[in-house]
């Protein structure tokens, strides 16, 4: 019975460890929200800045594999190139020892109880009190609670019973077989907990407790490096080329650099020894453990980073572009993580998808509009116009209910307020994209109507429409220039004066018609022309919601 006492302390303080771990990461990640992802503007073509992006980011976060999923996610969107992505993962496995060190400089040295306690109430305060700051509570309750479950496996462990566990002695004592064991026991144990700190921390706790030696203990942290590669992948999973190689990337770089430190295991570690002084017994053990986990990573790290570019050719090579499959119906499925904000910035990414068909739907009206008065085959020409914009209209009714029922999904998670905001600016701007393609579609059958009825526009009328059109064109490029970010107040000014132009034409122009109306001319046709005037104008409209609608996006 005492035995199942000891593992029932243990499994208590696991969990409570991880779920310290989860609401810890949680809490960042929602305090830190959209301002986290604006740190990828500072990712340009250095690789240097990328490494150091990528360990800032993943040393506050206590994430790997939140990053890694985060990359893919930016790569997926179009935020990301290939080459950034490979440097902000070797920069979040620099970033991911952080927790080893916390672990082996507080967790063992200190009575942990003295402030995990006080973090603890402090951080359930701060997440009660409804302020604008809740979730930076939330990490200081996670933060409390990790280390509370910690102190609650150490405790437990030296009630266990050496002799009895004999068989873990048998497997630490088998040489290279041992490592080799033990690099399979950790890539096991991260990949089912999901977390390489949280695997990390035990691995560490276990050989304070004297129940794995060294060199198993570093086996295990080797094989933690290949268990967080789970999470990218799984990621992937239905994201674009370029997602997949970026998820090859961080399964790549871990394994071959686990690779390369079992073949060079014992110079690892005796360099390992002659960094950190002190004895690899009891307190001792625990900083060079967490020693050899910085090492490796820091020196996998300055052994690739040189041939980024090559690494980036090898995983183009291995996940080539493939062709899209054709005419099938849209759907958005994306998994939401522990960070739905990540989800959002993939949303985004869609919805720039979407203004991009609207635009080309535009720019199919736009050209055969141009060229209808002189060409040979009217009817075909207007035929094929309408069936392309059926197809594309079609598209985007299917691309609206997916993204909408996908964000109302996110507003179930826990998001912090600005991405709430976010989210419903989103489904403001979906609905006008729909609206603006289905106003292009309307504009077709009004060409097929002027065409199947012979009442086509003369010489002069088009003259007069090609500026107006022109504006209305002028008015989308701006639209799918912005989209996504936060207008500044010179660029509201110019969304503005884009609107006010494109009224001052309409106007301009409905009253051209009318007067050619009055001079004799072919009403039908002038009543079509003014139609026409009017459905365009409603295309500005829509773009001028959308850009009243990114100026709230900050």
Same mark, same amino acid.
Not at 403 to 430: M, P, W
Not at 438 to 467: G, I, Q, W
């Given at each position: ?14 969990g ?11 809490g960042?990640q ?14 340009t073509?250095?690789?240097?800045m ?24 930016f ?26 060190w916390?672990?082996s ?8 109880s ?26 200081? #309750?996670? *933060?409390?609670?990790l /280390?509370?479950? @910690?102190?609650?496996l150490?405790?437990?462990? =030296? $009630?266990?019973? +050496? %002799?009895?566990l ?31 700190s ?23 942290i080797l ?12 990621a992937?999973i ?23 430190? #079992?073949i *060079?295991?014992?110079? /690892?570690?005796? @360099? ?6 002190? =004895? $690899?017994?009891? +307190? %001792?053990?625990?900083t ?10 820091m020196?996998?790290?300055i ?5 980024l570019k ?53 720019g ?8 209808l ?46 991405s ?18 289905d106003?292009c ?40 220039e912005h ?5 500044t ?5 110019y ?27 072919n ?10 005037v ?13 850009s ?7």
């Amino acid at each position: 019975m005492e035995y199942f006492g000891i593992v029932f302390r243990m499994a208590g303080g696991l969990g409570l460890f991880l779920y310290g771990m989860k609401v810890m990461s949680d809490g960042i990640q929602q305090a830190a929200g959209d301002r986290m992802q604006r740190v990828i503007n500072f990712m340009t073509g250095n690789r240097f800045m990328a490494v150091l992006t990528g360990m800032v980011i993943t040393a506050i976060v206590q994430s790997s594999s939140a990053v890694s999923v985060m990359m893919v996610s930016f790569v997926n969107a179009g935020l990301l190139t290939l080459s950034q992505s490979i440097g902000v993962t070797m920069g979040a496995n620099i970033g991911t020892t952080v927790t080893a060190w916390l672990v082996s400089l507080i967790g063992f040295k200190i009575n942990i109880s003295t402030f995990a306690l006080p973090a603890v109430g402090i951080g359930f305060i701060l997440r009660a009190i409804r302020w604008k700051h809740q979730h930076l509570g939330e990490a200081v #309750l996670g *933060f409390g609670l990790l /280390f509370l479950g @910690l102190e609650f496996l150490t405790s437990s462990l =030296p $009630r266990i019973d +050496a %002799g009895s566990l004999s068989f873990i002695s048998a497997v630490s004592g088998l040489g290279f077989l041992s490592v080799l064991i033990g690099v399979g026991v950790g890539t096991a144990v991260t990949a089912l907990m999901n977390s390489s700190s949280a695997s990390t921390a035990i691995i560490i706790t276990l050989a304070f407790g004297g129940l794995i030696n060294f060199d198993m203990s570093a086996a295990m942290i080797l094989g933690a490096n290949i268990g967080t590669t789970i999470n990218a992948p799984l990621a992937a999973i239905g994201g674009t080329t370029a997602a997949k190689q970026a998820a090859l990337v961080h399964v790549l770089f871990n394994v071959i650099g686990v690779i390369i430190a #079992l073949i *060079f295991f014992r110079p /690892f570690v005796t @360099l390992v020894d002659y960094l950190t002084p002190g =004895p $690899r017994e009891g +307190a %001792g053990i625990t900083t060079h453990l967490a020693m050899f986990h910085t090492a490796f990573n820091m020196s996998m790290t300055i052994l690739f980073l040189p041939f980024l570019k090559q690494f980036a050719v090898l995983v183009s090579v291995l996940v080539k572009e493939t062709a899209p499959e054709p005419s099938k119906s849209y759907t958005f499925e994306y998994p939401l993580h522990n960070a739905p904000e990540l989800a959002i910035v993939q949303a985004e990414k869609e919805i720039r998808d979407m203004a991009g068909l609207a635009s080309s739907m535009y720019g199919k009206i736009s050209a055969v509009l141009g060229s209808l008065h002189d060409a040979p085959d009217k009817e075909r020409q207007v035929d094929t116009l309408v069936a392309e914009l059926h197809e594309r209209e079609t598209t985007a009714d299917e691309m609206r209910e997916e993204l909408t029922r996908f964000l109302i999904t996110c507003t179930r998670q826990q998001l912090n307020q600005r991405s709430q905001r976010r989210v419903s600016q989103l489904l403001r701007i979906i609905a006008d994209l729909e609206e603006l393609s289905d106003e292009c579609y309307s504009v077709s059958f009004l060409l097929e109507r002027s065409v199947k009825k012979n009442l086509l526009f003369k010489h002069k009328e088009m003259e007069a429409l090609t500026p107006y059109m022109g504006q209305v064109e002028a008015s989308l490029g701006f639209v799918r220039e912005h989209l996504g970010n936060p207008l500044t107040e010179d660029q509201i000014r110019y969304a503005g004066e884009l609107e006010a132009r494109i009224d001052k034409s309409r106007n301009k122009l409905r009253k051209l018609g009318r007067k050619r109306i009055e001079a004799g001319e072919n009403v039908k046709t002038e009543l079509l022309f003014i139609d026409l005037v009017r459905r365009l104008e409603k295309l500005g409209d829509y773009c001028f919601d959308i850009s009243k609608a990114l100026t709230g996006a900050k």
